[in-house]
């Protein structure tokens, strides 16, 4: 909303200056978005009078005016333009030396040999607006010589505020007046709107058939205005303030009461009316045509103003084209009304509309503010117009106005929210400053009952908030709550999920989250052994159990990006598992991955291959070695209904399952219609419990390096390889234990494989020599043939 710094000071002028003005109602809550001048400066810009006006010899539409510019001095010869040149009219006149908006600088010059001293000017050419074609005319009183900055008030500010949805009660200039008035305990000097004493008996009839939505309607006849009446300049310049243009005098007249006060009023032409007002919903197949020529459906959603042919206006939103007023109109109707606005909220924006009276029907318009608005426009109409006022008609179900409640304030809880004491009769004080009742009900305790156009005003904490803007926030004490001191330890042997999670993201993963909920089918598939827990009230058949693994859930989301040729994917997921182990149901953190497509991605330098089972085992191997702990954990080779047999492995921690790993089973790939995926799923608990990093002293001396090379049975594991060479060397310093080599063929027997281990030794005291390195390789040798027939290649 648009507010005129001069129009509000008006009102309540507070001792402050415009920026002072905007720091406190920003602090308040009333957010001032922009501050701009009315106009840019006009130096040498006077009010003048056209004396006489003569063709130019050389031009049609030029005239010759004689322009007197100060009294008692010579006057000025002008050339001009404009159609509506005449003698004895005041206009604007920038003088040889002025400069106007757009940097046009104005200097004694020859028009088609016409000597030009100076330039009349439009509204346009001053930025002032649009205005009317041809020159701006001034009043017939306006003092000749004055600058037009003073006589028009330039020298003024335009402050658009940006209100919330709960403060409507500030959208109007009294509004936000006795906000501004509340908020610096400043008097507020408001009009005096006397009631208007009917001289017609001309009266027209009211009926609320829907007194929900409209519980007051009132109407007044004014007959025999002046239909060639004009809106003067001060209200066009105050509508041009606020952002609207003029629409004639009686269009003009409701505009401005709405801006005012901030009731919506409308105008009807009343000899185009028919029978009653009727306040009623829409009925199918009623159409109405509104002022901007756009012609609508009046549905029963629709409140609408009708009269005895069918509906006149949109309530609340807009007037119809059919009765609205115009330049030969003589009688008007003038409605004013109040709208609950969950009749009106909405509607507008249905119809594709935005209007100054759904703004703020929708927010609540004050349910007592009708007649003094009326009261307000017939004044301003007869003032302007002429015509003999008929009397006010009021329909009113005073059963569905709005209740304003009574609440009570309790000066503990005050303290209590705002964290500062403020005394009873400040607190007195800031309420009435703000028109709320308000009565002592015992010792810090009262009884508030706030005006009827404060709908945000409904429980203790609402009073209290306005307590505090009122005060001031910047003036409540700061005070920062005090920390506790039983902080956790912070446990350095854990892992974090978000480590793990950072891990597979940098190893190319993407994190998916999926549903708890699977289809049971699916489920049955993938883990037939564990019977799943069925939901009561399901969101669909695909999501009717509880998953007692991730894989379900990472299958899908695979199956779905393949089927939007996604080549290459890599998903991981943290979550629950469901798994009812007889005592109930039990809830396990998992960790699962799924790959597939090719091994990298697409580029010339490297062939494409599709991913295997080592590529799954290496990204899981990297999850291990992030715990420190990679020495606990061990694979072996088992079999999973879901994975395929040969290509599956259980994950072992210290001897105990702890997960699983391999190709999906090539049923399930049929059945799911999918390229064959590798899955893995681990037990979160066993990737999160790792070890702290102890030192290690670095040796400086030489290393010791030993290659061995031992031929043992094909059915021999490397992990057990490494696992019996490790207990062997378990007291020696080894540095590094590896297999580097596993070789097949001529000068190895059949059924044999030789197997070369790499170990590295290193002392921190001494450089070692062959006399310590030769008893543990022929212990090392000794603990192979033992545990696994091994024995020295030749």
Known sequence: MKVSETWLREWCNPPLDTAGIAQRLTMAGIEVGSIEPVAEALENVVVARIVTTRPHPDADRLRLCEVEAIPGEALLNIVCGAPNARPDLRVPLARVGARLPGGLHIKKSKIRGETSEGMLCSARELGLGEGQAGLL???????????????????????????TPNRGDCLSLSGLARELAALTQTPLTAPDIAAV??????????????????????????????????????????????????????????????????????????????????????????????????????????????????????????????????????????????????????????????????????????????????????????????????????ACAEAELPATPSIRLRQTRVEH??????????????????????????????????????????????????LARVHGYENLPSIRPAPRGNFPAADDDRVSRQRLALALVDRGYQEAITYSFVDQTLQALIDPQNQPLALANPLSAELAVMRTSLWPGLLAAYAHNANRQAARVRLFETGLRFVDDGSGLRQDAQLAGLIAGPRSPEQWSIPAQPVDFFDLKADVEALLAITGCADQFSFEPAEHPALHPGQSARLLRAGQPVGWLGRLHPA????????????????????????????????????????????????????????????????????????????????????????ALGITLSATERTLTDADVEPLIARLLRALAEAHRAHLRD
């Open 137 to 163: 005319e001034l009043p017939a009183d306006a003092p000749v010589g004055q600058p037009l900055t003073d006589y028009l008030q330039l020298d003024d500010r335009i402050i658009e505020v940006e209100l």
């Open 197 to 394: 004493a009917p001289v017609s008996p001309r009266r027209f009839g009211v009926r609320l058939e829907a007194p929900q939505a409209c519980p007051r309607y009132l109407c007044r006849v004014v007959e025999n205005i002046d239909p060639q009446a004009s809106t003067p300049l001060w209200l066009q310049e105050r509508l041009r303030r606020a952002g609207l243009r003029s629409l004639g005098p009686v269009v003009d007249i409701t505009n401005y009461v709405l801006l005012e006060l901030g009731q919506p009023l409308h105008a009807f032409d009343l000899d185009r009316l028919s029978g009653d007002i009727v306040v009623r919903h829409g009925r199918p197949g009623e159409r109405l045509r509104l002022l901007n020529e756009q012609d609508i459906e009046a549905g029963a959603e629709l409140l609408v103003i009708c009269d005895d042919t069918g509906p006149l206006a949109a309530a609340g939103i807009m007037g119809g084209a059919d009765s609205a007023v115009g330049d030969a109109t003589r009688n008007v109707l003038l409605e004013s009304a109040f709208f609950a606005p969950r009749a009106i909220a909405g509607r507008a924006r249905a119809l594709g509309l935005q209007t100054d009276a759904s703004q703020r029907f929708e927010r609540g318009v004050d349910p007592q503010l009708q007649r003094l608005a009326i009261e307000r426009a017939t004044r301003l109409l007869l003032d302007l117009c002429g015509g003999q006022p008929g009397p006010i008609v009021e």
């Open 417 to 466: 929210v705002l964290g500062a004491s403020l005394p009873s009769d400040e607190i007195e004080a800031i309420l009435q400053q703000l028109d709320i009742d308000v009565t002592l009900e015992s010792a810090g305790v009262w009884q508030a009952r706030p005006p009827s156009r404060r709908f945000d005003l409904g429980c203790e904490e609402d009073l209290i908030e306005e």
């Open 668 to 755: 399930l790939e049929a059945e799911l219609k999918i390229a064959s995926p590798l899955l893995f799923e681990i037990a979160l608990a066993a990737l999160t419990a790792g070890r702290v990093p102890a030192y290690a002293e670095v040796s400086r001396f030489p290393a010791v390096r030993r290659d061995l090379a031992v031929v043992l049975p094909n059915d021999v594991a490397a992990a057990d390889i490494l696992a019996t060479a490790r207990a062997a060397c378990a007291q020696a310093p080894v540095q590094e234990l590896l297999i580097f080599d596993v070789y097949q063929g001529q000068g190895v027997p059949d059924g044999y494989k030789s197997v």
